[in-house]
């Protein structure tokens, strides 16, 4: 009795239409909050750049500027009206997860050929054949079928024969591989936003800055050049960076606009400069994500996933073969394979001409 409050929680958090509910709701929130301007990363850890930019966003707003700051809108993706629902979707998600992997895998690997009543009675697409021969019945049926790529598996109890075929059976593991990207989707974001950080540096020729955050890092302006096209055009910007640790040089490298210097999983980006001649000053950024390698690698896993769930239906034909040349077939086919009805009804034909032909070569 203790257990069924529980249960009824479970059942209720692991149906389909709570997550489509969430995921609705953190797509209104994220279109809400991309109508107003995000505290930059810069200028959260910088009080001159946070100053100019409460200005400007005073400027903007005016009077509205202290309730919407009061509601959080300018740090809507960390506030709990978005970050509640992310982490009860990230809940759900596993749950979902956790109650469908037996049943997935089940039918990935271990649905049985059972042949019972209930089948033909409740699959979607049913025949019924009669007069057939039944001696190399089972033959037929099951050649008919591997013509079509099913892989089939037979089970005799006493005079009656069943045959199950199945067709992209392993593609059913493609929901669960979804619900494990979204999972990863998720803990990437979350280590992104709790332990990531970006910052921005404007480093004087042949001068160093540590980078802080823990990282023991310093970078070093060894010096800055333009690449030009024959016209005169600007082709590329290059800085020259060396990344030290205790004062002495752990790497060195070039660092264009688009490509950075990587070195403890600190990024280093290249995104301006000032100056002339041969003494130029460069603005880098310094960027530590955690979890930019679990987002990249859940979105791979999630559209490799979701081409397979869309490309690939699964479907099941199964037949009963009983004394006298009685053929029963029973078809189920996931809603997407669109031409399963007349796959099936492809089938009953053959097997409907193939009795005919049968009976006319004994005439």
């Not at 070039?254 to 290249?270: A, H, K």
């Amino acid at each position: 009795m203790a257990r069924r409050p529980f249960r009824q929680v479970w059942d209720f958090l692991t149906r389909l239409k709570v997550a489509a509910v969430l995921v609705l709701i953190l797509l209104l929130l994220a279109a809400l909050g991309s109508c107003f301007p995000q505290i930059p990363p810069p200028a959260a850890v910088d009080a001159e750049q946070l100053a100019q930019w409460e200005a400007h966003v005073q400027a903007r707003y005016g009077v509205l500027r202290d309730l919407l700051g009061a509601v959080r809108v300018f740090r809507w993706f960390k506030s709990p009206v978005f970050l509640v629902p992310l982490v009860l979707l990230a809940v759900v998600t596993l749950m979902c997860t956790l109650d469908r992997w037996r049943v997935v895998c089940r039918r990935a690997f271990r649905s049985p050929v059972s042949g019972s009543d209930a089948v033909f009675t409740a699959a979607p697409h049913t025949s019924r054949l009669t007069g057939l021969p039944a001696a190399d019945l089972p033959c037929i049926v099951r050649e008919c079928l591997r013509q079509r790529g099913f892989r089939v598996r037979s089970a005799r109890s006493g005079d009656v024969i069943n045959l199950r075929g199945e067709r992209n059976q392993l593609a059913t593991l493609a929901t669960l591989v979804t619900h494990l990207a979204l999972l990863f989707l998720l803990l990437g974001a979350g280590l992104s936003y709790g332990w990531g950080w970006r910052e921005g540096f404007i480093i004087e020729p042949d001068e160093s800055v540590e980078v802080g955050h823990g990282s023991s890092l310093a970078l070093r302006n060894d010096g800055f050049s333009i690449s030009r096209y024959p016209d005169g055009s600007v082709s590329t910007y290059q800085a020259q960076v060396a990344v030290l640790r205790g004062g002495q040089e752990v790497k060195r490298g070039s660092v264009w606009v688009n490509q950075p210097l990587t070195c403890d999983s600190v990024g280093v980006y290249l995104q301006g400069y000032q100056g002339g001649g041969n003494r130029y000053s460069v603005t880098l950024l310094a960027v530590h994500d955690p979890g930019y390698g679990w987002v990249i690698a859940a979105m791979f896993v999630l559209l490799a996933s979701t081409t397979v769930t869309l490309n690939f239906p699964r479907g099941w034909i199964e037949a009963r073969i009983e004394a006298g040349g009685l053929l029963r077939l029973a078809g189920w086919a996931e809603r997407h394979a669109f031409d399963f009805e007349r796959e099936f009804a492809a089938l009953v034909r053959e097997l409907s001409h193939w009795a005919v032909s049968t009976q006319e070569d004994v005439v």
